[in-house]
Every structure is written in C-alpha cells, then in structure tokens.
T-cell receptor
C-alpha cells in the first residue's frame, strides 16, 4: 500500500490564484481529513469527511472547499489564495474513529 | 482550543526512559486520550491511545491516572530517532469523524 499520498509537494502561488491540493489513500478508509500547520504551531483541522459524498467543516474552513466523490480521493480547493494561507497542508485518513494516517504534506507559499 | 496542557520541551538521555506528561482535567467520560508525534517536517505519526486502562504497544506505554485528569506517555528506551514533537490529544466527541484538536505539544530532544 502507498498509504496516503499528496501532490504537489511544494507550490508557490500568487495572491488571487486558485489551486487544488490532491490527496489519495489506498487503504479503503472511510474518514479523511485536511489540516494546516503554520510555522511553530500545532495542526488545525480545515475540513473532514466521514465517507464519499459527506463533508463537514473543521476549525479553520474559511477560504477552502472540499469534495469527496470517491472513497479514495479528498481534494482541497483554494479559490483566491491569500498570504495567510501560506502553510504546510497535511491530509490524513482513518478506518473509522481510530488512529489517523498522515500524508507527507504540501508546502504552500502565497506571495 | 486544545483541551490538554503539556510542557513545551523536555530532554532525555539516549537509552533512558522518556516520560512525557499531559494534563486533561476537563476530559469527559467518553473521550479518549491520543498521542501522536511529529518528526521534523513530516506528517504526524500515531503512537497510542487509551480510555481508562493503561495501554502498551510496540512503540510506547500510556499511563492514565484513575481520575483520568492526566496521563503519561512512556518511551521505554529512547533513541535519537525519537526526537520529535509529541502531541497529547483528547478526542472531541463521538461519531464526529474522530476529529483531533492539536495543541502545541512537547518538543522532546533525545541526547547522546
């Protein structure tokens, strides 16, 4: 199993641009999550999904959108990038309400 | 806000046990205590979790006090590779997707 994969690894965006961060898992997990981590801080939950077609907001959802059309994929969309969205983004998946498995992260800079 | 309190940093000698404390005085009866760690720049890694009883796995032991207001993660023989930030997390609610709220964590430095 590849586990949780994220693409791209790095990205630089200009203010106002849009992009989609990709996340995929091959473990058939129902639950998937998006977190962001600012320098020197803990992770903050952006959005999560308990299954295909079901998503819900986390702590810091503003400026982001998600969709979950399949069990495997959980993309995160930034519509109008702002400097405040400069961060490291982690995707995670979980079989139910047990341990979460994290991807390697996407490092995003908005300038 | 996170519902746990951890010391910001700790040191441990290589080969010795690392004991990482966590206070969670407002924990509810149905909330679990989870421990994760994050090695520099990597995604967090699950270590262990527990409800009431002490737990042990191949990575660590988790000791939860009888009143459940605090816990201790024990790495029995710390190695240099255990240098990381350790997060103690109380899971928020049941049937809410297993959301985890991360605090600042404890930065553990294992020294030769």
């Amino acid at each position: 199993n590849a586990g949780v994969t994220q693409t791209p690894k790095f990205r630089i965006l200009k203010i106002g641009q849009s992009m989609t961060l990709q996340c995929a898992q091959d473990m058939n997990h129902n639950y998937m999550y998006w977190y962001r981590q600012d320098p020197g801080m803990g992770l903050k939950l952006i959005y999560y999904s308990v299954g295909a077609g079901i998503t819900d907001k986390g702590e810091v959802p503003n400026g982001y959108n998600v969709s979950r059309s399949t069990t495997e994929d959980f993309p995160l969309r930034l519509e109008l990038a702002a400097p405040s969205q400069t961060s490291v983004y982690f995707c995670a998946s979980s079989p139910r309400d047990h341990e979460q498995y994290f991807g390697p992260g996407t490092r995003l800079t908005v300038t | 806000d996170a519902k746990t309190t951890q010391p910001p940093s700790m040191d441990c000698a290589e080969g010795r046990a690392a004991n990482l404390p966590c206070n969670h005085s407002t924990i509810s009866g149905n909330e679990y205590v989870y421990w994760y760690r994050q090695i520099h720049s990597q995604g967090p890694q699950y270590i262990i979790h527990g409800l009431k009883n002490n737990e042990t796995n191949e990575m660590a032991s988790l000791i939860i006090t009888e009143d459940r207001k605090s816990s201790t993660l024990i790495l029995p023989h710390a190695t240099l590779r255990d240098t990381a930030v350790y997060y103690c997390i109380v899971r928020v609610g049941n049937n809410q997707g297993g959301k985890l709220i991360f605090g600042q964590g404890t930065e553990l430095s294992v020294k030769p």
